[in-house]
């Protein structure tokens, strides 16, 4: 599918736990607009290939890479933003749960080092870009997937905030959980992640910055929302 020029994008790019997520599929519902979770794509990909019987691993041929990255270019898939976040369609299933297992979240680490699979992907995301518009989630989304989009985000959060979120998160799930550890794994992943050779984690030039610390969530999309309607795109 061609990219349709006259679709308009909206990108929010950050680090976990800033509320790319929530707010993204609020303005989705809300715009009644495609929703693009980027950062699930390569455990999507994973499970595909896996539900093909391709073989994924260190046993893999260039064959193998080629039918992996023919399955993530072809990827049956759509994001259904819902009250209570995103619903994961692949080829009809529901698989919004199994695609956040260690198991997937396994295969997603090996698709994700082919690199004809990402350039697969690449292609993939862009063609979510279909009529009436599209909202991207991720992390270089307003970089490198989207850099024409017409409104581009970068919300972030403090390290010390993000991993709160995190741990109430967990808590209310049932887990058990260090504040201070997780804390420390988001700064460690930051490092990481704005200083990664391919697509590093950075605000596009053109991107308005939104710190969300001490911001609720109706706050951020209303302040998004404002930026749409500025570039006249409702």
């Known amino acids: 599918m061609a990219i349709q020029q006259s679709a308009p994008v909206i990108t929010v790019d950050g680090p976990s736990g800033a509320g790319k997520g929530t707010v993204c599929a609020r303005l989705a519902q809300e715009l009644n607009w495609q929703l693009l979770d980027s950062g699930a794509l390569y455990r999507i990909?994973?499970?595909?290939?896996?539900?093909?019987?391709?073989?994924?691993?260190?046993?893999?041929?260039?064959?193998?890479?080629?039918?992996?990255?023919?399955?993530?270019a072809n990827l049956d898939v759509r994001f259904e933003p819902t009250p209570l976040g995103v619903k994961v369609i692949l080829e009809g299933d529901d698989v919004t749960d199994q695609i956040r297992t260690e198991e997937v979240g396994s295969l997603a680490s090996q698709v994700?080092?082919?690199?004809?699979?990402?350039?697969?992907?690449?292609?993939?995301?862009?063609?979510?870009q279909t009529l009436p518009g599209v909202?991207?989630?991720?992390?270089?989304?307003?970089?490198?997937?989207?850099?024409?989009?017409?409104?581009?985000v970068f919300l972030t959060a403090s390290a010390e905030e993000r991993g709160q979120?995190?741990?109430?998160?967990?808590?209310?799930?049932?887990?058990?959980?260090?504040?201070?550890?997780?804390?420390?794994?988001?700064r460690a992943r930051d490092e990481r992640d704005s200083n990664r050779a391919v697509a590093p984690l950075k605000p596009a030039d053109d991107a308005t910055m939104i710190d969300s610390t001490s911001m609720t969530i109706e706050e951020v999309c209303q302040q998004v929302m404002q930026l749409v309607k500025n570039a006249q795109l409702i």
């Open 45 to 72: 990909t994973g499970l595909a290939s896996e539900r093909k019987g391709l073989a994924l691993g260190d046993s893999m041929n260039e064959q193998d890479e080629a039918a992996v990255a023919d399955v993530a």
């Open 112 to 128: 994700a080092a082919l690199p004809a699979v990402r350039e697969a992907l690449l292609q993939r995301q862009r063609d979510f």
């Open 165 to 186: 979120r995190r741990y109430k998160q967990l808590t209310e799930k049932g887990f058990n959980a260090s504040l201070p550890a997780l804390i420390e794994d988001i």
């Open 135 to 152: 909202i991207a989630d991720g992390r270089d989304m307003g970089t490198v997937v989207f850099p024409q989009a017409q409104v581009k």
